[in-house]
């Protein structure tokens, strides 16, 4: 039973972890630029994408993560320039139109390119076997390189944004954008910097999901929704607030599944348990999230006063 | 008298487009071209969804992302009582628009004390609640979706079966909540929607009771929004969870901005603009998706105001 | 005013094109799971079923065939709305190609509706097999219980009193365990039903290694089943509890994506591609040759269900709008399987055999499947005695 708790805990932190890479630059963009960027997702595909192509070509799944994370940053950066940049004075109704009609561009181009059927990341051979925790726990050695680099991009995250002058900039950014400005800071260029960040961050977590999941188009939506209920859980712009939420919502989403089945199981007739338990296991996050609104509308950190 | 807010309606042309609607099926029978029948129903209660989400966005400024839960409601509601032996059309109909405002009711009481990106987000989360539980619930046929054995009935002797009686049922009750939709925005709950759209300090400021009128705008769109999802339900034979899906709930909008959000007829245009072009281009080509992205990127960097926007550039 | 006379144009020239349909040619609406983690079953359905027409310069049975290939993309509406199309306007003889039996299902009223033919080179489900059985529906590939149910015998021979089941929570995911339960006589651990399309299946296989059971039955077609293989195998579990399947998820697709872990596993099919006859040396032979790969027991249902169609358009002589006869010939099904001996039952599933695949590492390197015995000689679903065929 133990052994069964741990596994599941170290599986929460990697879902955990990866949502975090992505509701970080989801969050940045947000709080910074005030913009509801749904095509976060698709940069995380197009991440994966490249990975899987270099991979295939070069056979090394480091160089994969380097091409994909330089490739992604550019491509994010170009899109800022270029589609997003005239919406940040818009509405939030036309920033979420124009970057869903971004998705769908995306994932016709993605298709074009790279054929309709999923395409093979497979992991490093060193890293596709078990590693022996403690007596009778073995866990898949792949997952706990994963949780490795998602502690270390959330601690390099965090040393940025909290103990350099750019993290002082992005901070002052997501508070007051105006004074920021007035200030002497050069928000045009720390937007394009925040959104390539944001963009390399999806690609480190496209990259090394993709051999855990499957690299296909559509892959990016169901897990920005996820992203999203990350950064409204933990205030919009607020990083310490991603990495909350992030880890809130991947160790209850895992426990749900796990445990309200279980749990249901014990307490109610079979009948309404098989139908209960799996139906309040999966609506469990967007519950919390809900919750969360209700009591601090500006989710937990909220990053402005 | 004639206010700027007014929506008028041109007579003739009117009567000229309820007339072509109308004889519609007729010609599509004469020419043995059902499929079109079945394609124009599709068209006609999107137009109706799509502009109960135009009340919302338009009109009342509230920029809704998760519309499609109430589709999803009116849909599984009708299929549901047809399964069992409800089935009549002006039982199933009726009951979807309640289920659509009934949980527009739930969701808009805690939504609306949102703004904002806030509000957004929360009208997806909940829309996302209503996917996974229909996902998850086998009473609910889970991610199968539930087969209606037969489309519900209609009575006065018409033959349930037929694409063309049904196009008919659809056309009535559509070009009726038009109407209303007309008649709402005239009068003063649809004013003062519009106004808040505009300044909600400031009616709140002269007392108006803004809560209430936004929660009345989002029941009503939830209820129009239902009676589509029930009559969905009648026209597939079937519903699904895709019904409610995030991406349904973006399609709407694409639909609306498209044709022209606060446009009375925007939500129509956008509708009938979309389903057409999908169809139309789903022969030549399988990547449909791509050029609608990239006619409503350029709508929303260029023609904000969407079709009736540029209709009305145009005709100047 | 003008706006309505092109349409009423329009209307008009659609008409005349459609009218110029006769029996010159046989029209085949293909539609099939292309995208999504599914993908790679309806590619090679579609493959297996183009190979006929190809090998005979685009003729189905001597008819030019005019073969409508459109992505269902494992949607229910998607596909209500490719079937309108098929029926009310293409007006096709004969649908085909569906994989999934939650999209098969909920279109099939639609289908036989229209009185227009659907031959299922998948699934197989319950439903059309017992009373709702009808003239225009046949299955060319197996019924969705019978692979399990062979797999249950060859636990039941093997000694495994303790077996832990998973399989996606749809119809054809419940049928299957059905099948295993009906024949299987040890203990069930438990029964997993998971979110069909699933991806990531660390929590189930953490809480199944907890159950500690002496084997693991899983239904999970397409990309689901390469996933959970991969995942089952780095976890380490393999040690614990080895993998038992229907041949879905130990096919040729699988074994190049999964590759080395996938040794060992044993699977049940009703072909396999060293099964030793001529139609399908040189099925295996064509199949290589135009595609580059093995074929799988999709491609071969695939095959079969275009062979089906070329027989019964060949025996009535190419007057296929002669409905009735048309749906004689293909009750008949006068052809040469790749996978041997096969007839239709009453209820228009197939009468076969069940094979015994494992997989194995041969003497080149490669890793492939090896069929190691018969399971079940000429083998009929169990519900076909609820059929009578109107």
Not at chain 1, 165 to 174: F, I, S
Not at chain 1, 272 to 289: D, N, Q, R
Not at chain 2, 281 to 301: Q, R, W
Request: contains cysteine.
């Amino acid at each position: 039973m133990l052994t069964l708790v741990v596994e599941q805990v170290l599986n929460g932190l990697q879902l955990g972890l990866m949502l975090f890479l992505l509701a970080a630059g989801l969050t940045l963009v947000f709080g910074i630029m005030d913009m509801i960027n749904l095509a976060h997702g698709s940069l995380y595909m197009i991440g994966a994408y490249l990975a899987a192509t270099v991979a295939e070509a070069s056979g090394s799944f480091v160089a994969a993560i380097v091409a994909a994370v330089v490739g992604t940053a550019v491509i994010g950066m170009a899109l800022e320039l270029t589609v997003l940049r005239p919406l940040y004075r818009r509405s939030h109704l036309h920033q979420v139109l124009a970057t869903f009609a971004l998705i769908l561009i995306a994932n016709e181009l993605v298709r074009i390119i790279w054929g309709a059927q999923p395409v093979a990341l497979n992991m490093p051979a060193a890293l596709s076997g078990p590693v022996e925790l403690a007596p009778g726990l073995r866990y898949p050695a792949y997952r706990l390189v994963v949780i490795g680099v998602g502690l270390a991009a959330a601690l390099l995250l965090y040393v940025v944004v909290a103990h350099t002058r750019v993290g002082m900039w992005l901070r002052a950014g997501a508070s007051d954008r105006e004074m920021a400005g007035a200030m002497g800071v050069n928000t045009a260029w720390l937007f394009t910097a925040a959104f390539g960040a944001g963009a390399a961050l999806c690609a480190v977590a496209g990259a090394l999901l993709g051999p855990l999941l499957a690299v296909q188009v559509g892959m990016g939506e169901n897990i920005l929704i996820l992203a999203f209920v990350v950064i409204v859980i933990g205030g919009i712009g607020s990083v310490r607030g991603a990495l909350v939420g992030a880890l809130l919502v991947g160790l209850l989403d895992t426990a749900g599944r796990t445990l309200l089945p279980a749990l249901f199981r014990a307490l109610a007739p079979p009948a309404v348990a098989s139908e209960v338990g799996p139906a309040l296991a999966s609506i469990l996050i967007y519950v919390l999230m809900a919750g969360v609104l209700y009591f601090h509308p500006r989710g937990l950190f909220p990053a402005r006063g | 008298m004639a206010s700027a807010l007014h929506i008028r309606l041109h007579p003739l042309p009117t009567l000229l487009l309820v007339a072509g609607l109308a004889v519609l099926p007729v010609v599509l029978t004469a020419v043995d071209q059902p499929f079109y029948i079945v394609l124009a129903s599709r068209v006609l209660i999107y137009a109706l969804i799509a502009s109960s989400l135009n009340l919302l966005i338009g009109y009342g400024g509230m920029v809704s992302l998760g519309h499609a839960c109430f589709i999803g409601a009116g849909a599984y509601t009708a299929a549901v009582m047809v399964r069992a032996g409800a089935d009549i059309a002006w039982l199933t109909w009726p009951a979807a628009a309640l289920a659509g405002a009934a949980l527009a009711a739930m969701i808009g009481v805690v939504a609306l004390r949102t703004r904002g990106v806030y509000f957004i987000m929360i009208t997806l989360a909940f829309a996302q609640m209503a996917y996974y539980v229909v996902v998850s619930l086998r009473v609910l046929g889970g991610d199968d979706g539930l087969t209606l054995p037969h489309r519900a009935r209609y009575g006065f002797g018409l033959d349930p079966g037929s694409d063309t009686v049904f196009y008919w049922a659809v056309l009535v009750v559509v070009l009726l909540l038009m109407t209303g939709m007309r008649q709402l925005l005239n009068a003063p709950l649809g004013r003062a929607l519009q106004a808040i759209r505009d300044n909600d300090t400031r009616m709140e400021a002269i007392g108006f009771p803004v809560f209430r009128i936004q929660l009345a705008g989002f029941v009503i769109a939830g209820a129009a929004a239902g009676l589509g999802g029930g009559m969905l339900a009648d026209l597939n034979q079937q519903v699904s969870p895709s019904l409610l899906h995030w991406t349904q709930s973006g399609t709407l909008m694409v639909m609306v901005i498209l044709g022209g959000a606060g446009r009375f007829l925007g939500g129509v245009l956008g509708a009938a603009a979309l389903l057409l072009a999908q169809e139309l281009f789903s022969d030549v080509t399988t990547h449909t998706a791509l050029g609608i992205g990239l006619v409503l990127l350029a709508v929303v960097l260029f023609a904000p105001a969407g079709l009736a926007g540029l209709w009305r550039q145009v005709a100047r | 005013m003008k706006n309505k006379t092109c349409l009423l144009a329009g209307i008009a020239v659609l008409a005349l094109a459609s009218a110029a349909h006769a029996a010159d040619k046989v029209k085949v609406g293909f539609m099939s799971t292309l995208s999504g983690p599914g993908a790679a079953i309806g590619v090679d359905i579609r493959d297996g079923f183009e190979l006929v027409a190809k090998g005979d310069s685009g003729k189905l049975g001597g008819l030019a065939a005019e073969i409508t290939i459109v992505d269902d993309q494992q949607n229910p509406d998607t596909a209500r709305q490719v079937v309108e199309r098929f029926t009310k306007r293409d007006r096709v003889d004969v649908i085909t190609g569906m994989v999934f039996s939650n999209v098969l299902l909920p279109v099939m009223p639609a289908i036989l509706g229209s009185k227009t033919v659907y031959i299922s080179p998948n699934t197989g489900p319950e439903d059309y097999a017992a009373e709702k059985c009808d003239p225009h529906f046949f299955v060319v590939s197996w019924q969705n219980e019978d692979t399990a149910a062979a797999m249950g015998q060859v636990m039941n021979d093997r000694n495994l009193k303790n077996v832990y089941l998973i399989a996606p929570n749809y119809p054809g995911g419940r049928e299957t365990l059905n099948g295993f339960k009906r024949t299987y006589k040890g203990t069930i651990a438990s029964e997993v039903y998971t979110k069909l399309g699933q991806l990531d299946y660390a929590a189930e296989i953490a809480t199944l290694r907890a159950a500690k059971p002496d084997a693991v039955f899983f239904f999970l077609p397409g990309g689901m089943g390469t996933n959970f293989i991969k995942q089952y195998v780095s976890a380490g579990a393999q040690q614990d509890a080895k993998l038992y399947t229907p041949g879905f998820s130990a096919d040729e697709d699988t074994i190049k994506s999964v590759g080395e872990p996938m040794v060992g596993i044993l699977n049940t099919t009703q072909w396999a591609h060293d099964l030793d006859n001529p139609a399908n040396r040189k099925f295996v032979a064509d199949f290589q040759k135009a595609y580059g790969r093995l074929p799988t027991m999709y491609a071969q249902q695939g095959y079969d269900a275009a062979q089906l169609i070329a027989a019964a358009v060949r025996d009535t002589g190419g007057k296929i709008e002669d409905k009735a006869a048309f749906l004689k010939a293909l009750q008949a099904a006068k052809f040469d399987s790749p996978r041997g001996k096969f007839r239709f039952n009453t209820n228009h599933y197939p009468i076969q055999d069940y094979h015994l695949r494992e997989v194995i590492k041969d003497s080149t390197g490669r890793i492939t499947n090896k069929t190691i015995g018969k399971v079940y000689s000429d083998y009929a679903d169990p519900f076909a005695a609820r059929c009578t065929m109107k």
